[in-house]
């Protein structure tokens, strides 16, 4: 399909880029069919993801994700545009949604009226009609993409148990350990006063004190008020030392001492659950969620590369922010 021309292709750039001889009004950074990305509304744009990216990660996430961000950007801005541009030609009014949303959201968060949502919204720094504006232009892409892409996707029941079936690790439900021990710190210790206290403990153990009254007369730490209860932990999320002394154990057994980087843990197993794989019904509504999200994710990227394709897309600083 032959590519869309814009009127700036067409005129040049002059009565975008000027008043009167010589006055330039903003700087072009890229010209998407018949609207322009300026140079101001870029910063904006970046502004506000390096804010919202600071305050989500730090250190070398952080790093990572930005240098990913700031190359993509310009592109986000683009897909935006285009979307804003199909939400025009298809006519969509979300006025009624957008009303709805509002409302939903005063509700959410208990606030009485629009007054105060606006009084809420300054305190965190944001002005109420570019938040209505943003949430509408939100509103207005969703309703393009749901148009185009959304109510393209259909799915059966055959693949829905085929993914079931090929794809069982995806619902196995693993093992899960129900812990109590009691918690012996290093630090301060000598050895064999450690050593001694360890075998007290563990006599204790095998005249068949009760674990809980061991865990809080002898634990260091929060051990001591909790009387031990570590609570449940599925397989993977344990220390591995310790995971291993207690995938072990039977339900009421008791393990030896475990030495960890932090201390000595003698571990009694409460409660076991077993790994099981869930059946069909439990999981069919994930299974149908995953399903689409994966249908919508590749009819996405096939939709916005066509709709790029046939529109008069130039790029004029390709890295605006360098001088």
Known sequence: MRKRTSVFALFGLAAVLSLAAGQVIEEIVAIVNDDVITLSQYKEQYDSTVQQLRAALQGEEYEKQYAMLKKEILNMMITDLLLMQQAKEKDLNVGEQLKAAVENIKKENNIASDDDLKRGLQKQGMDYDQWIKQLEDNMLKQGVIYSEVDRSIVLDDSEIIGYYRLHPQEFTEP?????????????????????????????????????????????????????????????????????????????????????????????????????????????????????????????????????KEKSYIKILKPNPLDL
């Open 175 to 307: 093992e899960e350990y129900k812990i109590r021990a009691v918690y012996l710190s290093t630090e301060g210790k000598a050895p064999a006063a450690l050593e001694e206290k360890k075998k007290e403990i563990g006599d204790k153990v095998k005249a068949g004190e009760p674990f809980n009254v061991l865990a809080k007369d002898y634990s260091d730490g929060p051990a001591k008020e909790s009387e031990g209860d570590l609570g449940k932990f599925k397989k993977g999320e344990l220390d591995k030392d310790l995971e291993l002394a207690v995938s072990k154990l039977k339900a009421g057994e008791t393990s030896g001492w475990v030495e960890t980087k932090n201390g000595w843990y003698l571990l009694k197993l409460e409660e076991k659950k077993d790994s099981r794989l869930m059946t069909f019904e439990e999981v069919k509504k994930n299974v149908e969620e995953n399903l689409f999200s994966q249908k919508k994710d590749k009819k996405l990227e096939e939709y916005l590369k066509g709709l």
